[in-house]
Nanobody
Framework: QVQLVESGGGLVQTGGSLRLSCAASGRTVSTYPMGWFRQAPGKEREFVVVISASGGNAYYADSVKGRFIIARDNGKNTVYLQMNSLQPEDTAVYFC????????????????????WGQGTQVTVSS
């Protein structure tokens, strides 16, 4: 079993930056794709980004492309999300995810592609 714990959320002004971290425990996640989803108040949970197990490939939602950067450190069992040029519409609870299946075998934008979820961390962007 894998436990995921997010940190780094908070309140930031429009145009600011935050870096989220997700630490995994229970077993190594070096062979698992990992990523982030988010859920804004009153909205469906949506895909943000995923990174392959090796870190060699990453896929972003159009809404964050060019502003967010995902990275992972398999030695630390941790994935990071650097969020730049934040906008009020980025306000949401951000959830870390990990999946046991290779990215080429799943629809990585779908919630069902991921087996493990963190509890979430709140990101609020003030206008």
């Amino acid at each position: 079993q894998v436990q995921l714990v997010e940190s780094g959320g908070g309140l930031v002004q429009t145009g600011g930056s935050l870096r989220l971290s997700c630490a995994a425990s229970g077993r190594t996640v070096s062979t698992y794709p990992m990523g982030w989803f988010r859920q804004a108040p009153g909205k469906e949970r949506e895909f943000v980004v995923v990174i392959s197990a090796s870190g060699g490939n990453a896929y972003y939602a159009d809404s964050v492309k060019g502003r967010f950067i995902i990275a992972r450190d398999n030695g630390k069992n941790t994935v990071y999300l650097q969020m730049n040029s934040l906008q009020p519409e980025d306000t949401a609870v951000y959830f870390c995810v990990a999946g046991k299946t290779h990215l080429t075998l799943v629809r990585y934008g779908s919630r069902s592609a991921y087996d493990y979820w963190g509890q979430g961390t709140q990101v609020t962007v003030s206008s």
